[in-house]
């Protein structure tokens, strides 16, 4: 019994609930404390309110009537509430504090008291005439008055965005706070007789409210002090920026009737186009792309920064660098009105207000502020930098599909001349109608449809394009110019393809791929002849066709690496397959096209035909899934009068081997060696952006063409013709050798008269199956595999001509892959070995920085492995080196009387490999075509002082001498190396992703 008494005493009596009686004396009692305060005769000067209880006893109040309203079982006041309301408290903290701020400070602890009652008690609080009375005095005279306004901004915007969130969930308060103040009265919503006229005008939405005023009614005159006083702080950072455009969309959301009128005509729309203007011509003019200060702490970062060169940056007086925290606020700012503007557009349901945004947004923002700096950028002061990384950053941030159609519009010359442009292919879709009878804009216009005569739309019709931009910015011979431009492209084809397509030669043709499925394999079938199909079979892409194409990429990766080339697909090369995959999942274009396919699959869901049917089950499984959820999946809130609902779709084409931009990129590509590992990643993520969308067929350009293969004979064996083995076959018995060609002895073969033996005679089918297909050759390459091919060769100079290469490129490519590990692994050239040491690493230095505080120029997604084993480790090579496309390297690697890289936190082994690879210089096969002008001191000197000490080895009429060397550092070849490795791994990953799941046709016979 004593055991259990210890218990027993623990046991804490429950405390009684208070009674209605005890919470209102404790009411009571706070409210004479502050009441006396001001009833005493003699008020101390110069007293603060925190000096006393006010602020306390206020909390206090407020808890006593939080929780008598969570006690009431049903909707009844409490008796601390009535007392509340009887005693006009709420009014007497108003009106003191529109008489004095007495004490100091007590305005604003009104302020913050009455966002505590309105935010934790319920709706119906607010509704109480004893309420929001005092509630909109007190934010008049705090409103009206500018001095209060600015010293109570803050408390202010909290309170106003309390209230919004409040009307958002309970409508009915907004009658409360929005008047017509010419009657006084809350404004109720009228009906207005439609009229054949009016409707004809209703393509005009920007008439329609002023056709409903114009009939002899007087014009109503609205007060809304919370949207008009919101909107001056909808351009600010920090906690009430953001709160001021949380209560802003509150209110758009309910913008239609009178409140849809008030905020129409407001200068909502044009407050925000000029605050676009005005935060974007506060981003510096000139601009460095530098990774952040913590990112040399990253092995990857690190090593790839060991190659950059400093000279080719701009060093002037007004440049600033992309790591700087002030330019980064003012970025984040400028984006952040950006993406309050899409969320308008996005829950707005009033189309007149849409509009009128997107309409202002063109005239005041693109045409009268970005596209004059688009015009005066240069290559040679940082300032062509600076524009296309904002432009870039503007696109990654655009995903409303109206303002995308409004600002990629606009910078691509759609809307210029349209009556030049006319589509007279019928491949091409003619517009289509929207509900209001209006056609939806067709931005294939200008592509021809023709096969023989396609030209693309190259040039803009009387002005600048952004086609003008990236093509000219490719030819700079700025390196950080095309890196910048590099990185825009990308992101244009990766976010925007549609867009994309008015930078391409393309030939629309509908056999290019095999996506969507659903229309390939059952509408179209069904109605083809069997001439037709087998014509149609001829041109596919056959197995053996595939299998030889996949050999010849993995031979490139022998070349580079031949040491390690029996471990390309036993160490993690499904990684690889899996990365891409996930890529390709997660594009634009493909989920728009699994989504027409999963329209059209409830028609055809029961007749599959046999070429589906065969697909694996690996890819096949996956791909239900993804239209399962595609169906589930919204097609957008934007109001259809209005929106185009995107009812395009993105045609199969082909990419010409003549294609400009192709070209500029094979002549990038051609100089691979001899420049930058930043610039090569670049590269390298456009070609992958270009292969990855399914409406394009990599045929001609990437992989291999129907017209490059050599027409084989098939070999059944390796020592008789078939008509041989036809006269030697004894009897007229069938046996196993008839049906199966056998290449290779076989040391266990089926006895088919042996009972014993239970073998299948199909045994031998997934061994003989490759030797049974046509064997293919080719006779001609695609371009980017012969680049590729002839920058692998060029590995075996380099190889030949520097000592110990294999020995350097090995440290290079651990220290690239494994981080800090780097110590602890010794390079070897037994693969075992390598495989066991691997194993030994836990984890490997995968983050990465995007270029501008986290919002990265087209990330590459990682693996879901998060483990690393013998097997899987080689994906963190695959995915570290081509992580690094988000990549801005920082600052170069200095000699070694450089303090801060001597204490760089990196392992001594790095270091080390780092210091004996950055004196070393090599002359490349094929220099770059880039200029590099040395930096010259600038000295930041007074108007006196200028003719003193002014440097004066140089006449200032004359140019600068240019440094033309072409030699490059050890390191910035040994990076390119590995890039080249895994850029080839990446793209024949693509290749076999993309077949298996069916966006390219494979024939299997």
């Avoid at 910015?473 to 095309?482: D, E």
Wanted: charged residues 25%.
């Amino acid at each position: 019994m004593d055991y259990f008494s210890k218990f027993r005493k623990r046991i804490v009596t429950p405390k009684a609930q208070p009674t209605g009686a005890m919470q209102l004396a404790k009411f009571h009692k706070c409210w004479n404390y502050v009441h006396n305060i001001y009833a005493a005769d003699d008020r101390k000067p110069n007293l603060h309110v925190q000096q006393t209880e006010i602020p306390s006893r206020l909390r206090q109040m407020v808890d006593l009537l939080v929780d008598e309203e969570a006690r009431q079982e049903d909707s009844s006041t409490g008796v601390c509430m009535e007392y509340f309301l009887k005693n006009g408290i709420l009014h007497f903290l108003v009106n003191v504090s529109e008489k004095a701020d007495y004490p100091v400070g007590m305005r604003s602890e009104t302020i913050r008291t009455v966002a505590s009652m309105i935010d934790l008690l319920d709706d119906r609080f607010l509704v109480q005439h004893a309420v929001h009375k005092p509630t909109i005095r007190l934010l008049r005279f705090c409103v009206l008055d500018e001095q209060q306004s600015d010293q109570y901004d803050e408390d202010l915007v909290d309170l106003m965005y309390i209230i919004c969130s409040k009307i958002h969930g309970f409508p009915a308060l907004l009658n409360i706070f929005f008047h017509d103040r010419q009657w006084l009265t809350t404004p109720q919503k009228t009906q207005h007789p439609t009229t054949p006229d009016q409707t004809q005008s209703a393509d005009n939405p920007l008439l329609t409210n002023l056709q409903r005023h114009g009939q002899g009614e007087k014009k109503p005159d609205y007060e809304f002090v919370l949207f008009s006083y919101l909107l001056r702080f909808v351009h600010r950072e920090g906690r009430s920026g953001d709160f001021a455009r949380t209560g802003l969309l509150f209110l758009m959301e309910m913008a239609t009737g009178q409140l849809g009128d008030f905020i129409l005509e407001s200068d909502f729309a044009t407050i925000m186009a000029a605050g676009l203007g005005a935060l974007y011509s506060q981003l510096p003019r000139k601009l460095v792309v530098q990774e952040e200060t913590d990112a040399s702490n990253n092995s990857t970062t690190f090593l790839l920064a060991s190659d950059q060169d400093t000279m080719g940056m701009p060093f002037d007086i007004d440049v600033e660098t992309s790591n700087s925290s002030d330019f980064r606020s003012r970025l984040d700012s400028f984006l952040k009105l950006l993406e309050f503007c899409q969320d308008v557009l996005t829950r707005c349901p009033s189309v007149e207000i849409c509009v009128s945004l997107l309409q202002n947004i063109r005239s005041i923002f693109l045409e009268n502020i970005l596209y004059p700096s688009i015009l005066e950028c240069s290559d040679t002061d940082g300032s062509a930098v600076a524009v296309i990384s904002y432009i870039d950053m503007i696109l990654q941030t655009l995903q409303q599909d109206e303002l995308v159609d409004v600002v990629v519009g606009f910078l691509m010359a759609m809307d210029d001349n349209p009556e030049d442009l006319k589509v007279t292919s019928p491949q091409v879709e003619k517009p289509a109608l929207l509900p209001d009878g209006k056609q939806a804009s067709d931005i294939y216009v200008g592509i021809e449809g023709d096969k023989v005569k396609s030209s693309p739309y190259f040039t803009a019709l009387g002005r600048f394009t952004l086609k003008d931009l990236i093509f000219s910015r490719l030819k700079s011979s700025s390196q950080p110019t095309v890196i910048a431009t590099l990185k825009l492209l990308k992101t244009l084809i990766s976010n925007h393809c549609r867009y994309s397509l008015r930078l391409l030669s393309i030939q629309l043709d509908d056999t290019a791929t095999s996506f969507p499925h659903t229309v390939q394999f059952n509408e179209q079938t069904e109605r083809l002849e069997d001439g037709e199909l087998n014509a149609q079979k001829a041109t596919m892409t056959t197995i053996s066709h595939h299998n030889r194409e996949i050999e010849l990429f993995f031979s490139l990766i022998c070349t580079i690496d031949y040491k390690h080339s029996q471990d390309i697909l036993s160490l993690g090369y499904e990684a690889y397959l899996s990365d891409v995959e996930t890529t390709i999942l997660s594009d634009c274009c493909y989920q728009n096209g699994a989504n027409m396919d999963s329209d059209m699959a409830g028609n055809h869901h029961q007749r599959q035909s046999k070429l589906e049917k065969r697909r694996s089950l690996k890819y096949g499984q996956r791909y239900d899934e993804r239209v399962a959820r595609s169906r589930e999946s919204s097609s957008g809130k934007f109001p259809a009068k209005y929106t185009h609902q995107h009812l395009y779709t993105m045609p199969k084409h082909r990419l010409k081997q003549t294609d400009p931009l192709l070209q500029i990129l094979l002549g990038l590509l051609s100089h691979f060696f001899a420049q930058s590992s930043e610039l090569n990643l670049a590269l390298t993520a456009v070609i992958s952006a270009l292969a990855i969308c399914p409406f394009r067929s990599l045929e001609g350009w990437l992989a291999f063409n129907e017209e490059d293969r050599a027409r084989d004979v098939l070999v059944l064996g390796p020592d008789q013709t078939s008509t041989e083995r036809q006269s030697n076959r004894p009897g007229n018995k069938i046996r196993v050798n008839d049906i199966y060609a056998q290449f290779d002895k076989d040391p266990t073969p089926v006895n088919e008269d042996d009972e014993g033996d239970d073998r299948s005679i199909d045994f031998g089918m997934d061994r003989n199956s490759v030797n049974m297909t046509v064997a293919t050759n080719f006779r001609s390459f695609p371009p980017i595999f012969t680049l590729l091919r002839t920058l692998t060769q060029q590995v075996d100079y380099y190889r030949s001509e520097i000592t110990q290469f294999d020995t350097y490129l090995e440290d290079r490519r651990q220290g690239l892959f494994f981080g800090d590990a780097f110590a602890n692994l010794s390079v070897t050239p037994s693969a075992s070995s390598d495989n066991a040491k691997q194993a030994e690493i836990s984890q490997t230095s995968s983050s990465t920085m995007s270029l501008f505080f986290g919002v990265g120029a087209g990330s590459k997604k990682q693996s879901s492995k998060s483990k690393v084993n013998s097997n899987t480790q080689p994906n963190s090579q695959g995915t570290a080196a081509k992580n690094a496309t988000n990549k801005n390297p920082a600052s170069p690697i200095p000699n070694s009387n450089n303090t801060a890289y001597q204490n760089a936190e990196m392992s001594d082994a790095l270091v080390a490999h780092v210091r004996k690879m950055a004196d070393v210089r090599i002359q490349p096969l094929f220099p770059s075509n880039f200029v590099v002008e040395p930096r010259e001191t600038i000295l930041n000197l007074n108007d006196e002082d200028e003719d003193t000490f002014a440097p004066k080895g140089r006449n200032p009429s004359q140019p600068k001498r240019q440094d033309k060397s072409t030699e490059i550092k050890l390191s910035t070849l040994l990076n390119n190396v590995v890039i080249l490795e895994e850029c080839i791994k990446e793209l024949v990953a693509l290749v076999q992703v993309r077949r298996s799941m069916g966006i390219d046709e494979i024939l299997y016979t």
